[in-house]
Nanobody, 127 residues
């Protein structure tokens, strides 16, 4: 059974940092493009970033560019999203997702580009 699991969420003060992790089971996470999204209740899911299999290419939404950093560690079979300079508006449930094989990278921001999703991890930014 294909599963993705996010971890590392929590409560942090404005200006603080968190590192989210994404692991997979039932498949090799190392063999897929991975994306990160977030969602606030009542709003659409927002694409944040993606990283290629090699880890050499990535992109970010304008809302997080310069503050969030995506990376992956093939030795640990994990993908990370480093969240820095957090703002209250970053409060959301954060999800990692596995892209469909062969999907064009220019479509990384579309939910339908992803075949499997984790359950999410809550990030709350508040003083």
């Amino acid at each position: 059974q294909v599963q993705l699991v996010e971890s590392g969420g929590g409560l942090v003060q404005p200006g603080g940092s968190l590192r989210l992790s994404c692991t997979g089971s039932g498949f090799s996470l190392d063999d897929y493009v991975i994306g990160w999204f977030r969602q606030v209740p009542g709003k659409e899911r927002e694409a944040l970033s993606y990283i290629t299999i090699s880890g050499h290419r990535s992109d970010y939404a304008d809302s997080v560019k310069g503050r969030f950093t995506i990376s992956r560690d093939h030795a640990k079979h994990e993908v990370y999203l480093q969240l820095d300079s957090l703002k209250p508006e970053d409060t959301a449930v954060y999800y990692c997702a596995r892209m469909w094989r062969g999907r064009a990278l220019v479509e990384w921001e579309k939910e339908q580009s992803y075949a499997a999703w984790g359950q999410g991890t809550q990030v709350t930014v508040s003083s």
